[in-house]
């Protein structure tokens, strides 16, 4: 099967390379953009692509979503196969794609968008067929989860972290959306998508790690904690799902504390197989290519699709889940949430820990006192 890639940075390199030895597979042209068609396999008009009859499948590696959404139906309009990295693109119009592909009859897979080199996906739409999923989660990001642990091994600062985890290639081309949660909150969306065949469009919550400082870092530590950015999704009735990202504060015994680097641990929960977790490299050039590689391979063994035949958009309800949080806030604002008990005090700041408070009203109290000006650290709290 020969496969042309979309995008020649970190991830498309190590596509490029990994097919020159592919059993079964033979890479095709590259697109660069113009100008930059320095060798003779690189193109750099999408038509030279999806008007090749050679050409047997896309790789799309580039990012964003448009033109990679253009690229995409050009491509499985042309009936070409459709594999892609890019989360951004499956979580804004995977449902458009799923239906296009299957009218097609091309197939459509992206376990590289959710984990990097973790088959959670690939997975999960396999135990889908069989068994009821009951939760899906897990650290889906590897640019904070290496940010995390070097601040904690290290005791680098914020800034230094961001720096070093872009250098090595795991953030996103703006880390904006690493850093704030919306790269994990994309992967969790894919995945309830896979699993319940609902991709939440709306109502969805996101908090990331932008507020965290060493300062905090250091005082999780002193009380035995890890933080680790964590997301969430279920089943919510009347078809909806919970879809949400936010830091975690778990133990330092417990299982995340253990994902160090740009670890990901992808674990989904089946009635019949109960809690399922699987850990491995969620960022960088090679982990996220093999993945697309093992999408390229499936497809020559008759791999289609990841979401089901009747998968539809649809929108979150997160007003069931509730936690423990600790915040760190300025004093004049300790009446935002029912406070279980003042930690530290430090100037005019507290840290706190809180009653027990429903995820909704952590995320829009945290948001509304950031408006007036307010800086708002939050975590929830792994309790028992
Ligand atoms: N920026 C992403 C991450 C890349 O850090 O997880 C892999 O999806």
Same mark, same amino acid.
């Given at each position: 099967m020969k496969v042309a890639v979309l995008g020649y940075g970190t991830v498309g390199v !190590?596509? $490029?390379?990994?097919?020159?030895?592919?059993?079964?597979? %033979?890479? #095709?042209?590259?697109?660069?953009?113009? !100008?930059?068609?320095?060798?003779a396999f690189k193109v750099s008009r999408i038509e030279d692509i999806v008007g090749d009859p050679t050409v047997d499948a896309v790789a799309e590696v580039m990012g964003g979503v448009e033109p990679a959404f253009s690229y995409a139906m050009a491509a499985i309009r042309a009936g070409k196969?459709?594999?892609?990295?890019?989360?951004?693109?499956v979580a804004a119009k995977g449902v458009e794609l799923n239906r296009a592909a299957r009218e097609a009859g091309v197939s459509f897979l992206f376990s590289a968008a959710c984990g990097g080199g973790v088959p959670i996906l690939h997975n999960l739409a396999r135990a889908v067929r069989t068994d009821e999923i009951l939760s899906v989660g897990g650290i889906l990001n590897g640019t904070t989860n290496f940010m995390l642990d070097q601040m904690q091994s290290t005791g680098k600062d914020y800034a230094d972290a961001l720096r070093e985890a872009q250098e090595l290639g795991y953030a996103e081309a703006d880390p904006t959306a690493d850093v704030t949660g919306l790269d994990a909150l994309r992967k969790i969306m894919l995945a309830c998508a896979v699993a319940w065949g609902v991709l939440p469009k709306e109502g969805l919550l996101n908090e990331g790690i932008d507020s965290l400082s060493a300062a905090d870092v250091k005082d999780f530590m002193a009380r035995g904690f890890v933080c680790r950015l964590v997301a969430s999704g279920q089943p919510a009735p009347e078809g909806k799902v919970s879809a $949400?990202? %936010?830091?975690?504060?778990? =133990?330092? #015994?417990?299982? %995340?504390?253990?994902?160090?680097?740009? $670890?990901?641990?992808? =674990? $989904?929960? #089946?009635?019949?197989?109960?809690?399922?977790?699987?850990i491995g490299q969620g960022a960088g050039r090679y982990p996220t290519a093999s993945a697309v590689l093992r999408d390229l391979s499936g497809i020559c063994v008759g791999e289609a699709a990841m979401f089901p035949a009747d998968c539809v958009e649809g929108v979150a309800d997160n007003s069931a889940a509730a936690h423990a949080y600790y915040v760190r806030l300025p004093e004049a604002c300790a009446d935002a949430f029912p406070v279980r008990e003042v930690l530290a005090e430090d100037g005019e700041t507290l840290r706190v820990l809180t009653e027990t408070v429903s995820v909704q009203k952590m995320h829009e109290t945290a948001r509304a006192l950031r408006k007036a000006n307010n800086a708002v650290f939050f975590a929830a709290v792994r309790e028992g």
């Open positions: !190590g596509v $490029y390379e990994m097919l020159q030895a592919a059993e079964g597979l %033979e890479a #095709g042209p590259v697109l660069v953009r113009p !100008g930059k068609e320095n060798e196969h459709f594999v892609t990295s890019n989360k951004a693109l $949400y990202v %936010e830091p975690v504060l778990v =133990r330092a #015994g417990d299982a %995340e504390s253990a994902v160090l680097k740009n $670890y990901n641990m992808a =674990r $989904y929960e #089946g009635r019949n197989a109960g809690p399922i977790a699987m």
